[in-house]
């Protein structure tokens, strides 16, 4: 299979298929000396089943371990050698790998990449001493009251759906979990024609084909593996879970089951959560970087403002399929989170009952229109939304997204508000420090 | 194309009659710009016995000015899809924010119309407060925080500007009022203390000339620098518990005080630090730690010499029945790279990392700014991030051996540990 470049509006960006099957993007970026390079893999916590949670996430542990051409004792300095830094992560649709270095670097970091994609050696010694270490990441989670709310608010939310367990797994899969297990899942989904690489920096397109030719051609396509289709039942009543152990603190989250990033509900609900709690970055990692504006955003004017709430965030993100609208909020001391969920609900039916207002809208839009161009400051920034988006929402999503923001209508907002928000679709989690009742 | 940035930074500066600062370093990366704007009011200039004001003061110093109110500039901010992050470290309060270069002129008016005219209303102060609590409250329950304030208390003492917590008690942000707030900002949020680091899209003549409207009329006030005693903690090792139930992992945090970042061994301290927890993974203490006993998914150090004697402190977080290997563990890279030194392979490899990461440490506005703060706070000039290859260069294996046995000594460790038991 070889196929002529692509054609989009995004004209910056050059993608290209190895006859393996292997996608190959790359942005020529000359503003700094530096190169960043990705590798995608269409496979996350989402296609994990009962008994095997974690197991995506372990393979990503497991594929910074040496390979056949780079030995165990090898790996370490290999990429920092070139004052480069290098990591990886997993989530529910995805795992990917990055390095950023000098540009020098670009041969060596292909080079570790086509290792990682197919001869990792996972020996037996290495999956045991990575059980306990990916214990100790789970346990370091659970240390934060906040992320362990998290796990179990999604894991009431959804029934069938294998996004409800956490990326990380459960811990008593990650006990019994063999070498076996991690292998099978490695061969089975690390194949080139379920893989994206992204290269972005200061290159010339050109040569990184080639170069991505040399390093990756040899690798055989395989069968493309069947992705996990469940369809969440629909929820037809409000569930709760309710959290009591030691702390200071109470914590309120409350999730609503949400469009896919292709759905046509998408967008508006994009725009909704800017309205309601100011808008984040549209892709996983910027969605972290930095508090957004909000201080006029509904929730915070209403929780925050008023004295309820020291800390009010909201979360969608783009996925393959449906997932989760989040909103979190840290009660202030001395607040129950009785007084924070009311004060919340009310906001969100007014917007229900009575829609946005067009200046909201306005708002959210160019505070979304701010942070695509505030997001492409480096390299890894710009290779990671490059990678995102085409792993998760297929070509041409990244390239149409400020068009589809600014497409959106308050009318549109209202509707996904009215439909989105209500009782019965949403999962509401409390975290009650235990003595501060 | 060539790189705009291979050759180094190309600042440019002007200092005024009020002895502000401004840097300004022009990029083209994105349409954007950066604003770091710091004063000398970070928690040392705390008063005695109210520890968190400077803290509570920025939390509080852009709700409303003499000019327009909490609701406008909220508005303002949000308009324009900026966040402003006001924040306080042990010397500094920092202004940061990044905006499109389209909003640039705006945004630089109203960080400086914050920091200069703020009103502090009794409201906003009450409602900050709160949230101030309220994060104290969450960081009791915390056990890397708890770790983190008591090795700096074991290091330094409670009384020492280093040792107590710089976000103040519950107790103390209780007794703080609106009066303290205004004395505060009167003392430390003044020109002379100002270093304005504008990183981006902009034009540097036009950006003096607005800063120079912005700041004209200001008064300097007089230039202090807050004089950091040495620590009198007597150097021997000593170990702290603090037990939180229902926790999952333990914390651990152990450390030595070191250097002043002027200190002239200050480069060969920082790749000792690079080789014993920070290269690859984690340094030295990472494989022994994750890699060879898989104890954990974290072990590293960081140094932070500062205008004062700085800490060296390794951080890990392990299951809790593995706290006493993780610190045999610690222990013994200690104290294998304090008797024995680095190897000639880790020197080659740390230099080649730390210079080679330059380019990548100044790729953001945001960094670049930040750089550019740290070589005004200690003078070490606008050619600095030119002139760190050959300062590394420099650096011995003599060098770093000799800081080695200075400060790895496990006898002579504070360690802090907070767990379920």
């Keep these: 299979m070889h196929l002529p470049a692509t054609s989009s509006v995004d004209t910056q960006t050059r993608s290209d298929y190895l006859p393996n099957g292997l996608k190959v993007v790359v942005r020529e970026v000359h503003t700094a000396p530096l190169v960043s390079v990705w590798c995608w893999y269409r496979v996350g916590s989402g296609d994990e089943s009962a008994g095997r949670t974690g197991v995506s996430h372990w393979v990503e542990h497991m594929n910074f371990k040496g390979t056949v051409n780079i030995p165990r004792e090898q790996m370490k300095g290999i990429v920092e050698r070139f004052g480069g830094m290098w990591n990886g992560y997993t989530w529910i649709d995805q795992t990917t790998y990055l390095e950023t270095a000098g540009r020098a670097a670009l041969d060596r970091l292909l080079f570790i990449e086509a290792e990682r994609m197919a001869y990792g050696l996972y020996e037996p010694a290495e999956c045991e001493s990575e059980r306990t270490v990916i214990i100790s990441e789970l346990q370091g989670g659970e240390n934060d009251p906040d992320q362990l709310l998290d796990t179990e608010v999604t894991a009431t939310a959804f029934r069938a759906h294998p996004y409800g367990h956490p990326t990380i797994g459960w811990v008593d899969d990650l006990r019994s979990m063999t070498r076996d297990d991690l292998y099978g899942h490695y061969r089975r989904f690390y194949i080139p024609n379920n893989a994206t690489l992204v290269v972005v920096g200061d290159v010339d397109a050109s040569d990184v084909l080639r170069r991505a030719e040399k390093h990756f051609a040899s690798i055989p396509e395989g069968p493309l593996p069947q992705r996990v289709r469940v369809t969440e039942p629909v929820q037809i009543g409000e569930r709760r879970v309710a959290v009591e152990r030691e702390g200071t603190t109470a914590y309120v989250k409350v999730v609503f089951h949400a469009p896919a990033a292709t759905e046509p509900d998408f967008f508006p609900m994009l725009v909704l959560d800017a309205v309601l709690t100011g808008a984040k970055g549209v892709n996983l990692w910027s969605s972290f970087r930095g508090v957004p504006p909000q201080r006029k955003a509904r929730l915070y004017t209403a929780l925050v403002e008023r004295g309820l709430a020291s800390l009010v965030s909201g979360a969608i993100l783009p996925t393959v399929q449906p997932y989760l609208y989040t909103l979190s909020f840290t009660a202030i001391d001395g607040v129950s989170p009785g007084v924070v969920e009311a004060a919340a609900f009310e906001e969100i039916e007014r917007v229900r009952t009575a829609g946005v207002e067009s200046a909201e809208v306005a708002r959210a839009q160019h505070q979304l229109r701010a942070r695509l161009v505030l997001d492409n400051d480096s390299v890894t920034n710009i290779a990671h939304q490059l990678g995102y988006f085409e792993t998760v929402a297929g070509p041409g999503f990244l390239s149409s997204l400020q068009q589809r923001i600014d497409a959106v209508t308050p009318e549109q907002v209202w509707d996904v508000a009215r439909r989105r928000l209500s009782p019965t679709n949403r999962t509401v989690g409390c975290y009650q420090p235990l003595g501060r009742s | ?421």
């Excluded at chain 2, 710089?166 to 303290?180: H, I, M, N």
């Excluded at chain 2, 504008?198 to 003549?205: E, K, L, N, P, T």
């Excluded at chain 2, 301290?269 to 006993?293: H, K, P, S, T, V």
Aim: aromatic share 6%; glycine share 8%; proline share 6%.
């Design chain 2, 1 to 421: 194309m060539a790189s705009t940035l291979a050759s180094g930074l190309s600042p440019v500066r002007h200092t005024f009659d009020s002895g502000a600062r401004v840097i300004i370093q022009e990029t083209s990366a994105t349409p954007a710009v950066s604003i770091n704007a710091s004063f000398l009011g970070g928690s040392v200039y705390d008063p005695v016995g109210l520890p968190g004001l400077s803290y509570l003061v920025s939390r509080v110093i852009d709700r409303g000015t003499t000019r327009q109110t909490a609701d406008a500039i909220a508005e303002e901010l949000d308009q324009r899809g900026v966040t402003l992050r006001i924040g306080t470290t042990r010397h500094s309060m920092t202004f940061c924010t990044t905006c499109l270069t389209e909003d640039f002129d705006d945004v630089l008016d109203l960080v400086l119309e914050v920091a200069r005219f703020p009103i502090f209303f009794d409201e906003e102060l009450g409602k900050r407060r709160a949230e101030a609590i309220t994060a104290l409250r969450q960081n009791e329950d915390n056990p890397s925080v708890r770790v983190g304030e008591a090795l700096s208390e074991m290091l330094y003492g409670p009384e020492h500007p280093y040792g107590r917590p710089a976000r103040g008690s519950v107790d103390s942000l209780e007794r703080v009022d609106r009066a303290e707030l205004v004395s505060f900002h009167a003392q430390h949020i003044r020109p002379s203390v100002l270093t304005l680091a504008i990183v981006g899209d902009v034009r540097a003549s036009h950006t003096f000339d607005r800063v120079a409207r912005l700041l004209d009329g200001w008064d300097g006030g007089p230039k202090r620098q807050a004089l950091v005693p040495p620590p009198t903690i007597e150097p021997r090792r000593r170990v702290r518990e603090i037990v939180m139930p229902g926790k999952s992992q333990s914390e651990i945090a152990y450390g030595f005080t070191t250097i002043s970042r002027l200190d002239p061994r200050y480069h060969a301290y920082w790749m000792l630090n690079n080789i014993l927890g920070q290269f690859g993974l984690g340094g030295r203490l990472a494989d022994n730690i994750r890699e060879r006993q898989g104890m954990a998914y974290y072990a590293f150090s960081t140094f932070n010499a500062n205008v004062g004697e700085g800490p060296l402190v390794i951080r890990a977080g392990v299951d809790p029945t593995n706290v006493e290997r993780t610190i045999e563990a610690i222990d013994v890279e200690v104290q294998d790279l304090g008797r024995l030194g680095p190897t000639a392979v880790e020197m080659d490899e740390s230099r080649g990392y730390l210079i080679g990461s330059i380019p990548r440490l100044l790729e953001t506005n945001d960094s670049i700014a930040a750089f550019l703060q740290d070589c005004e706070r200690f003078d070490l000039g606008l050619d600095y991030d030119r002139r760190l290859p050959e300062l590394l260069n420099a650096v011995t294996i003599d060098h770093v051996r000799a800081a080695a046995a200075e400060v790895l000594d496990p006898t002579r460790a504070a360690i802090a540990i907070a767990g379920p038991k």
